[in-house]
């Protein structure tokens, strides 16, 4: 036996992540920076579980702060922050989630190529 042997109870990789996820009402999304964003906490939204959130500001992204319960990189923080998530409604939290989706100005500010505006002037005005 070795360090790297599957544990004896090894489900295997999940097919599909969003499934998985879609299991339980809160997920902890930690990014590797508080200077960007990565898909983590997109994923978290659309398995609809409630993000308790380690990055940066989500309104600096055009995303309504109450669409997670944001917490600092330190562990007394984020136990915080799950405690928090807890009573959360997370019923009314997935309506108010779907309504912002599905938005008219929401669609029209995360179309692809709105985005992908948006993504090469940050990067130009960074390598001024």
Not at 15 to 36: A, G, H, P, R, T
Not at 44 to 52: F, H, N, Q
Not at 53 to 58: A, E, K
Not at 89 to 118: H, I, M, N, Y
Request: aromatic share 10%.
């Amino acid at each position: 036996k070795t360090i790297l042997q599957n544990p004896i109870n090894y489900l295997g990789s999940p097919k599909s992540k969003l499934s998985v996820m879609s299991n339980y009402q809160f997920s902890l999304v930690i990014e590797n920076s508080c200077d960007y964003m990565s898909e983590k906490f997109f994923d978290a939204i659309m398995a609809g579980t409630l993000p308790v959130y380690v990055g940066p500001s989500l309104a600096a992204y055009g995303i309504p702060q109450e669409f997670s319960v944001h917490a600092s990189p330190d562990l007394g923080a984020i136990r915080d922050a799950m405690r928090k998530a807890k009573e959360v409604d997370t019923c009314a939290w997935r309506r108010d989630v779907f309504d912002w989706l599905s938005s008219p100005s929401t669609e029209s500010e995360w179309e692809a190529g709105q985005v992908l505006e948006k993504f090469l002037s940050k990067i130009l005005q960074e390598a001024k």
